[in-house]
């Protein structure tokens, strides 16, 4: 089988499983380090013609990460596509196991086995009431049903625009300050927070600087994602 994913989490996924089957991957591919594939360019806007060019027996889309015209164009053009779309932890873990089977994998893989044991067993925390920015210029917020969402109600957060109409409303700063949130949960992805960037916009309320991959890749992070996050939200800045 010859596998084209344009998933950044699956890429990591397949790699780290079946390696043998993947000769293609975006630009956004970051793990794991040194992976030596096809690249075909972003996620938002992959090379299609790059992607034929690697005759796939399959190609890796996810709803959210992907556009829908690309995906139309790659049926249009008759390549198989696998699309995944899970919007909690649960849905990740079931649809990662549903993608290896898929790709002929007998028995799950270690990292996917240590995931499902990490995350079931996780203490009931007290709810921290929290604003999830993804992006700024303009603010971008974590809204209703996204799988990051619910990866941070599982650690205790509350997530003060989870009943939002929309998955990631765009509240101007005035009403984020408004909302008066125990705590700002600012991830390096996608848009790259860091202790001088971020903060500042929210005096007063304290900031926890968190992994994006760990917190929205749905994929061999998910093992080490409870600890690392937990402990990343109990270390404000």
């Given at each position: 089988m010859?596998?084209v994913?344009?998933?950044?989490?699956?890429?990591e996924?397949?790699?780290?499983?079946?390696?043998?089957?993947?000769?293609?991957?975006?630009?956004w591919c970051?793990?794991?380090a040194?992976?030596?594939?096809a690249?075909?360019?972003?996620s938002?806007?992959?090379?299609l013609?790059?992607?034929?060019a690697l005759?796939?027996?399959?190609?890796?889309?996810?709803?959210e990460?992907?556009?829908?015209?690309?995906?139309?164009?790659?049926?249009?053009?008759?390549?198989?596509?696998?699309?995944?779309?899970p919007?909690?932890?649960?849905?990740?873990?079931?649809e990662?196991?549903?993608?290896?089977?898929?790709?002929?994998?007998?028995?799950?893989?270690?990292?996917?086995?240590?995931?499902r044991?990490?995350?079931?067993?996780?203490?009931?925390?007290?709810?921290?009431?929290?604003?999830?920015p993804?992006?700024?210029?303009?603010?971008?917020?974590?809204?209703s049903?996204?799988?990051a969402?619910?990866v941070?109600?599982?650690?205790g957060?509350?997530?003060v625009?989870?009943?939002?109409d929309e998955?990631?409303?765009?509240?101007?700063?005035?009403?984020l300050?408004a909302?008066?949130?125990?705590?700002?949960?600012?991830?390096?992805?996608?848009?790259a927070?860091?202790?001088?960037d971020?903060?500042?916009a929210?005096?007063?309320?304290?900031?926890?600087?968190?992994?994006?991959?760990?917190?929205?890749?749905?994929g061999?992070?998910?093992?080490?994602?409870?600890?690392?996050?937990?402990?990343?939200l109990?270390?404000p800045a």
């Open positions: 010859r596998v994913s344009l998933v950044p989490s699956l890429t996924a397949v790699a780290a499983t079946v390696p043998e089957v993947l000769v293609g991957a975006t630009d970051t793990h794991p040194g992976l030596a594939v690249r075909v360019g972003g938002k806007h992959p090379d013609a790059a992607v034929q005759r796939p027996d399959l190609v890796l889309v996810n709803v990460e992907n556009r829908e015209a690309d995906a139309d164009a790659l049926r249009a053009a008759g390549v198989p596509l696998h699309v995944t779309y919007r909690t932890v649960d849905e990740g873990l079931g990662l196991g549903s993608l290896l089977a898929v790709l002929g994998v007998a028995a799950e893989p270690d990292w996917l086995v240590r995931a044991a990490a995350w079931a067993g996780l203490p009931a925390l007290p709810p921290r009431r929290a604003i999830v993804v992006w700024r210029r303009p603010w971008v917020v974590l809204g049903d996204t799988f969402g619910d941070l109600r599982r650690l957060v509350a997530n625009y989870a009943d939002a998955r990631y409303p765009r509240p101007s700063l005035d009403e300050r909302r008066a949130a125990e705590l700002v949960v600012l991830p390096d992805e996608p848009y927070f860091t202790r001088s971020g903060p500042e929210f005096p007063g309320v304290p900031c926890a600087l968190v992994s994006g991959r760990h917190l929205t890749w749905y061999p992070s998910l093992a080490e994602a409870p600890a690392l996050l937990a402990a990343q109990s270390s």
